[in-house]
């Protein structure tokens, strides 16, 4: 069966990208933090977008929680859903990134294929994938939400790094080891990043 929609057409606007871009006087891209629970992604995310925002950019964060209040709260955790998840969450970080603004993303999205995915929306230098590496001991010591201890118990199913995997990024344009660095300083090597590739 096909559920492909037909007789759409992609209606094109007079406003670009790059116009959207000049009048922001910043470039747009998507800021992918991909890491295990509790490593620091939503965290990470947060202080970059206030870091920006002194600055005077044009940000906005999409955390995973918050879009499952929501957009993508028929979704569970299977791999489908998470696919689905993370091809839904790509496609509106594409609307923003077109709008001008430079959009954070916190999502585990474990699997490399789901990234990939969504790098492949974009044009070169607009998907920074940033890896947010924490050993799973760690994540587990801070387990914020004890979700860590409630699949140790099995009361989670699929939960990533216990009873689903999570596959570490090949090739990121960033890694920030959380268990290693201090919030601040993996803040600025983010901002250093953006600096350097002409996003600010």
Not at 53 to 77: K, M, S
Not at 82 to 103: M, S, Y
Not at 120 to 133: Q, R, S, T
């Amino acid at each position: 069966m096909n559920n492909k929609p037909v007789n759409i057409v992609w209606q094109p606007t007079k406003v670009s990208k790059e116009d959207r871009r000049r009048l922001n006087g910043h470039g747009s891209c998507v800021l992918w933090f991909t890491g295990l629970s509790g490593s620091g992604k939503s965290t990470l995310a947060t202080e970059v977008e206030k870091e920006l925002f002194q600055r005077g950019v044009r940000t906005y964060v999409l955390d995973g929680d918050n879009i499952r209040h929501g957009l993508n709260r028929d979704l569970g955790f299977g791999k489908d859903d998470r696919k689905e998840n993370i091809r839904r969450i790509g496609e509106v970080a594409k609307l923003f990134v077109d709008a001008g603004i430079v959009t954070l993303t916190a999502f585990i999205s474990p699997y490399r294929e789901d990234r990939d995915m969504v790098r492949a929306l974009f044009e070169p230098g607009e998907f920074i994938e940033i890896y947010v590496k924490c050993s799973l001991e760690e994540c587990e010591r801070r387990d914020p939400k004890g979700l860590y201890q409630k699949a140790r118990r099995g009361e989670i199913r699929d939960f990533t790094g216990i009873s689903a995997p999570y596959e570490e990024p090949v090739r990121p344009e960033l890694v920030v080891e959380t268990d290693r660095e201090t919030v601040e300083n993996s803040v600025q090597k983010i901002l250093s990043h953006l600096c350097a590739k002409d996003l600010l």
